[in-house]
């Protein structure tokens, strides 16, 4: 027992870690799945932070309240960005989403409430590892069930082809819009999480890099089901660890992981098992993400 | 008020570079090459090595970064590129391809340079003051704004007057009629790529010697940009990215002198988002109308 | 009258691709539309299924105007569509395009399913297994859409507007890449389907699947209705002859 504690002790943070980054990684599925290549989590991820860690600074709300008022934060703000920005398409309405996470991070590192460029320190660390793997469970759970369901299938035929999926009485702005603003709220309630283990949060943990890591997870892991994101969110959090002997050639490794899995398993990792369904998708044409 | 306009021309100047062949690789594959700042600074590395290992002169050290960073171009193609092609994936694939190609590279970069900033051997970059009326202006930057302009040019020739243009043009409009027209589709390709990188590098070359400092991570700020120019320019036009890098050059020296220093990437950001949403076909662009 | 057009009109870039056309489609009619090569028909119903919003003019779905609405509500009211060249979800298997189909007419079921229990009949997923028996492709239910021949995949679109229980079925170039034997199970389809009290308008290249089809014929040249009337009248017209002389034969 004293063996597993101290296991759990020494790599308490990379557990946290790995569980927040996998609800990340849930949080850009669910618009991944709807066909909707989107940027901006990194930013509804900072909201979540930010707003939790201020308001349990200043007005010493209770954390659960916290953490829920940075993913209500987040998910008003993505119901009129959704509106606006859905007009878009493809490679577009990811660049807009992106330059949207620049605005919130340019104004985070404006604004004095949030600490500008230094941001807040000595955010208390309330975060508990069962907080994490209770919120990914719960997610996750959803999330398959809903995959399964109308709302799962009106999803899969957006992504497949818009204009038939309208034609089946799929009222697809609004399945969009709900893809984009429960993904929104979920980034921020890992946000939320994410602020009280690390202790201090700055713009810059949510940037470009950010939001291009999470969408990493995503789709190295695969976008068929919801194992896919959670699976790549471990492994591409867990890999750094375990290159730490080869730390200098560790970005060389993840790179040529990353460019093996996007020309050889085009669905993820998570289809490795499948790899026959896989080749025949491929050959319809079918086989890739957005 | 004239040293800004001439900043603001100078630094449009090196987007424009950037941004037009970034543009290149999007106008004729629908790629968003998210390595194309690292071949930037690859180009001022490359220089570097020139200069600071072979011994050689800085006016020789600019065309080897130049054939260098296009030749890298074509590999990274063949890496990341082209495997996706044949199979006829989304860009998004492509997007992460050259992401994962960056994340190598620049570690590869790191190795041998570390992450830090460094600056070129004494007295081996070229360096002098021109005088003009009241103002003291740095005479490189001159001499980069006139480099580039004459590169453009070269460019809108190269596109609109020659064979290769032609077959660029046609690999734009319709990979598969080009095909069909017997047009060596991989060729055009590879010269395309060669031109976007060559001109990505030399870039950051310039902007290498303007400031006589580079770093494996100088090329990040210029992606998000690249973005701006490209959007606000019309997606794949090169005449709209120019146009939309020396407005960009403008408005971003124009708000250094009103906004705060932290909010100096706001403008690009800002004017991003807003020319999306008000006119997401750009400036030059033409909306591709949806059909059924 | 079921589905009307009252001069309606649309333009793209001042071509008048469709222009003023009037059409009047009784319930449970069997309604086609021809013309040569672009005259609009195939902008006309994409300005009926509300794929495209319409210049001037409106349509009328049971007397109610529905000009302005989206393609989604238009399937909650009965009209659903086939399209030119095809368009499944090509990467969900042949039974999932069906249900799919079917969305209009099914209530979200997410909070049903948080809970687990064991399953029982559904009545939406034997109607949609009954829809893939009637075309034909009930053993390839598990199949992926993409992996269908074409004609297969021609016979699965119309499975798929049949799940809405449509009252209007707008076929669009239903036969085209169908050989004779299919194209004449196709037939045999839309007459069953008329039969039953659906009411399709059907959009043809093959002018003889068409004349052997429908009740009424209308003839689009540029974007006008040129001739409308039973297939008898039609052929018999001096402004359809023109129409297509030198293009196709009315026969």
Partial sequence: ?290 | MFEQLYNAIFIGSIYALFAVGFALVFSVLDILNLAHPTVFMLGAFAALFAIATLGLPWWLAVPIAFVATGLFGILLDRIAFAPLRRRGAPPLSAMISSLAVTLAVVRVVELRYGGDFITFPAGTVPSFLIHVGGATLEGVRLAIIGLSIALMLVLTYLVRGTALGREIRALAENPRAARILGIDVERAIAATFFISSGLGGLAGVLLAFAYNSLDSRMGLPLELRAFTVMVVGGMGSLPGAVIGAYLLGLGEVASLVYLPAELRDAFAFGLLFLVLIARPQGLLGQRPADRI | MLLETRQLSRTFGGVHAVDRVDLAVAAGQAFGLIGPNGAGKTTLINLISGHLRADGGSVLLDGATVTRLAPHELTARGIARTFQGVRLFKGLTVFDNVLVGRHARLRSDVVRRLVPRRSRADPDRERAMGLLERVGLRRRAGALAGELAYGDQRRLEIARALASEPRVLILDEPAAGMNPSESGRLRELMRALVAEGITIVLIEHDVGLVMGTCERVAVLNFGRKIAEGSPAEVRASAAVREAYLGAEDVA
């Avoid at chain 1, 290549?37 to 991820?45: I, R």
């Fill in chain 1, 1 to 290: 027992m004293d063996a597993i504690a101290d296991f759990l002790a020494t790599y308490s943070t990379t557990f946290a870690i790995v569980g927040i980054n996998a609800l990340l990684a849930l949080s850009v599925w669910l618009t991944l799945y709807a066909g909707q290549l989107t940027l901006g989590n990194a930013a509804f991820m900072a909201i979540g932070a930010y707003t939790s860690a201020l308001l349990g600074r200043h007005l010493g709300a209770p954390f659960p309240l916290a953490l829920a008022a940075g993913a209500v934060a987040a998910a008003a703000l993505a119901a009129p960005l959704g509106l606006t920005v859905f007009r878009l398409r493809g490679v577009y309405l990811a660049i807009a989403t992106l330059a949207f996470g620049e605005v919130v991070r340019v104004i985070l590192l404006a604004t004095p409430i949030t600490g500008r460029g230094q941001g807040l320190n000595g955010i208390p660390p309330k975060t508990e590892l069962w907080h994490i793997y209770l919120s990914l469970a719960v997610v996750a759970y959803v999330l398959w069930r809903v995959q399964g369901s109308i709302a799962g299938r009106a999803w899969a035929a957006i992504r497949e082809d818009e204009v038939a999926a309208a034609s089946q009485g799929i009222a697809v702005r609004r399945y969009k819009l709900a893809a984009f603003v429960l993904g929104a709220l979920l980034a921020a309630w890992a946000g939320g999480l994410s602020a009280h283990v690390t202790f201090s949060i700055d713009p810059n943990d949510f940037a470009f890099t950010k939001a291009v890591q999470i969408l990493v997870f995503a789709v190295v892991g695969g976008i068929p089901n919801v194992l896919g994101p959670v699976l790549g969110a471990t492994v591409f959090t867990a890999l750094p660890e375990l290159l730490r002997p080869f730390k200098d050639y560790r970005d060389i490794f993840q790179g040529a992981i990353l460019l093996a899995v996007i020309i050889y398993l085009p669905r993820g990792i998570v289809t490795l098992a499948e790899l026959r369904k896989t080749r025949r998708l491929a050959e319809i044409g079918a086989a890739d993400v957005a």
